[in-house]
């Protein structure tokens, strides 16, 4: 199983951002696929995830109407499109899958236990 995610960069506050989540070796189809992301000093804390089977889609409140997640099955590619950043989204996102974990308890389970993660990658905002 691996997950590789690209995209990351710097970028004003304002600014846009796309990262790219790339993942091979398991069935898409069954899982859920999304991100987390870790600033310095805090906890890793969930962003958003996709069902790969229905297409839903959530996210946490600090990223509502700001960030889209999207999905291409046949590419096995998941796609975090970041608009209006703040300085406060500085931090590595990280793409993550877990068969158990869908909708809210991508959010309310630790992500310690996530099933597999993929090498984060820096997003920093500028002020």
């Known amino acids: 199983v691996q997950l590789q995610a690209s995209g990351g960069g710097l970028v004003q506050s304002g600014g846009s951002l796309r990262l790219s989540c790339a993942a091979s070796g398991f069935p898409l189809d069954y899982y859920a696929i999304g991100w987390f992301r870790q600033a310095p000093g805090i906890e890793r804390e969930a962003v958003s995830c996709i069902g790969t089977r229905d297409g839903k889609t959530f996210y946490a409140d600090s990223v509502k109407g700001r960030f889209t997640i999207s999905k291409d099955n046949a590419k096995k590619m998941v796609y975090l499109q970041m608009h209006s950043l703040k300085p406060e989204d500085t931090a590595v996102y990280y793409c993550?899958?877990?068969?158990?974990?869908?909708?809210?308890?991508?959010?309310?389970?630790?992500?310690?236990?996530?099933?597999?993660w993929g090498k984060g990658t820096l997003v920093t905002v500028s002020s």
């Open positions: 993550a899958a877990d068969p158990a974990r869908y909708g809210s308890t991508w959010f309310s389970l630790s992500w310690r236990g996530v099933d597999f």
